[in-house]
């Protein structure tokens, strides 16, 4: 599996040798039946990344092999030291199976103690994450794969699965085709996905919240919503009405006309799942934003099956690191700063509860931050800081400067300033579980040899953690199965319960999604329950909030970041593309990667003269990067595109977060394109004719 639709593939390893020769998705498993992308086959068999094949350390300023007793005793040596001048900083990944992630919290948590943990998956589901809790009282979208042919209508709202979740989109298409169903899509760029859209609305970059209260404000006007549902299961509603604006204003502060809020506001009159991604979490306002969604489904009564908010996860195992890893909860989301769950998880891990923090930490931006002040050395697990960041130039600087460990299975930037490196083992090459965006279980198994130099992530944190903290790894070498059984034990009873799923239940099933309490349990659509042996079936609901009831929001459109100017005239945003994942180790080189790819319209390019052979320079507050220009009038004027995979992009953007979720925003800054021969001049000093 390469994203979080979470695809049973079978590999067949190479015939002589470690590797993988051939992939396919495998027609057993319950999730893809058969059906895979071609990125989640070429990634498996034919990733272009350079591997890391044998562990290196740094010596006289360069990286050279070196034997794992040497590379583990450093980066041992190194952690220990960095605990005892402050804090270890530890960025994992949804690149990790359960048991490596549960693992992986387990050292940093029960371990090292650290406030100054968390992972990729904060930097693009975070919003999202704490939307569901603040609404519902848990994590996890209520709906699953099943409710999409149950839907009416699908609303795609800031993404793009056409390009980052081919075969989920498939389905999404075929169920948009069947008579009286249709898809639209919200967005500003007219993206892969608004192509095939029945309708597309485009607001101003960044205006989405703006957009999503003209469509509830218009749906209150003409009493277009489920009083019924809204009485009976929600609380909040006189609050949102209070602060809700009138459509037609709401309307032009998105820069949309009201016909296109009509056109979306009918398409929640009937049964409508409502997806979203990272163009509505990577915002400073992605949580008020993703709450504000949810409260157009709540008001038209679309959560019930076949409709509903279902936020769309990226990375392979994002949900199962949102559940396991002790990132922004204990596993099975347990309340971090609950003192009687800390309690229990500090039971269970035989450690001091004073050992545990009493808070999450202040997320992958806030760690970056402390590098060189409250943290002494950082510790990256599948992940690439270097480039994934906002503003990651001075994130680059701040880690050429500490003690770093790097581990993971491809060179990238942030292994080329690593003070050891530490090579893991990828898909087909690992045992444990990973878990979907649909909270599905499903196993992974190896299909090939691990390379002699090489080792799974599973057994280089317990090494490590054995070395540092023996009491909580006795064995450096875990069994996957024994840590899987340790975890979902701890999820017992919680609302995120996978007790009841076993490795023998998985041999057998392919796949178990939670809450799955006891081996024959299997999880459907959240909070909604219908009264199964009444006559006329009544409808129930049950959310694990303080009052069980759903929470509607009041949150209003607020200023961006960073809002154009006549110095910074363009507003750059960033997006996926289909070939790239995970800052894109897997498909492009590192030392020398092709120059970045920015899709400007046309008609921005004819009132510039700031490109020359076809080629720009993009220019931030923050830094500059030379650029292709690709004419694409699917770009609204105004607007730079580029793709967030690249190292360069991310020299540009911003470092607001939201308040809330701890997430960046990467989607809108100011920005403005210059020559690059006036670049040039300037950066050598040379005074051009025009000057």
Known sequence: MRCAVGCGHLH??????????????????????????????????????????????????ELVPTTWDVALSEAVMGLRRAHGQGEVGILGSGQQTNEAAYALGKLARGGFGTRYYDANTTLCMASAVTAYYQAFGSDAPPCTYDDIPEAESHVIWGANPAAAHPVMFRWIRQAAEADDAEMVVVDPVESETAEQADAHVAPDPGKDLALTRAVLARLVESDRIDRAFIDEATEGFADLLAALPDSESAAAEAGVSVAAVDRLATAFDR????????????????????????????????????????????????????????????????????????????????????????????????????????????????????????????????????????????????????????????????????????????????????????????????????????????????????????????????????????????????????????????????????????????????????????QFSTGRQGDLPEPTDESYPLTLTTARESDGYNTGVRSRAVEDPDPVVARINPETLADSDSVEDGETVIESRRGSVRAAVDPDPAVPEGLVWLPIHHPDTNRLTVDALDPQSKEPNFKQCAVRMVAPEAREAEASGVVTADD
């Not at 998705?25 to 044998?54: F, K, M, Y």
């Not at 990226?314 to 909860?329: D, H, L």
């Open 12 to 61: 067949r390893g190479a015939d002589l040798g470690t590797g993988i020769d051939v992939v396919r998705g495998d027609a057993a498993h319950p999730v893809n039946q058969g059906l895979a992308c071609q990125r989640g086959i070429e990634e498996s068999q034919d990733p272009e990344g350079p591997w890391l094949t044998r562990p290196q350390v740094r010596r006289d300023g």
């Open 271 to 550: 049964k409508a799942l409502c997806y979203w991604g990272m163009g509505v979490n990577q915002h400073v306002q992605g949580t008020d934003l993703s709450r504000a969604l949810i409260d157009i489904c709540l008001a038209t009564g679309n959560l019930r099956p076949g409709s509903g908010p279902f936020s769309l996860t990226g990375q392979a195992n994002s949900m199962g690191t949102r559940v396991c890893s002790s990132k922004g909860t204990w596993p099975g989301q347990r309340d971090f700063e609950d003192p009687d769950e800390r309690r229990v998880v500090a039971d269970e891990w035989g450690v001091p509860v004073e050992r545990l923090p009493d808070d999450a930490g202040p997320g992958p931006v806030g760690i970056a931050d402390a590098v060189g002040d409250d943290v002494a050395a950082v510790w990256t697990v599948a992940t690439n800081p270097v480039a994934g960041m906002p503003d990651a130039g001075p994130v680059a600087e701040a880690l050429e400067d500490a003690f770093v460990v790097a581990q993971d299975a491809f060179e990238s930037e942030t292994t080329a300033v690593a003070d050891v490196v530490l090579p893991a083992a990828t898909w087909g090459e690992s045992a444990g579980t990973t878990m979907n965006m649909e909270r599905t279980v499903s196993r992974v198994r190896p299909a090939t040899g691990v390379p002699s130099g090489v080792r799974t992530d599973l057994r280089i944190i317990a090494t490590i953690g054995s070395k540092l903290f023996p009491e909580l790894f006795p064995d450096p070498d875990p069994d996957p199965e024994t840590l899987f059984d340790e975890f979902a034990g701890l999820t017992a009873g919680t609302v995120a319960d996978v007790s009841g799923v076993t490795y023998d239940r998985l041999d057998e099933e392919k796949a178990v999604r939670w809450p799955a309490p006891d081996e024959e349990s299997h999880g459907g659509y959240r909070y909604y329950e219908p009264d199964a042996e009444a006559e006329d079936p009544d409808e129930s609901w049950s959310f694990p909030t303080a009052t069980g009831r759903a």
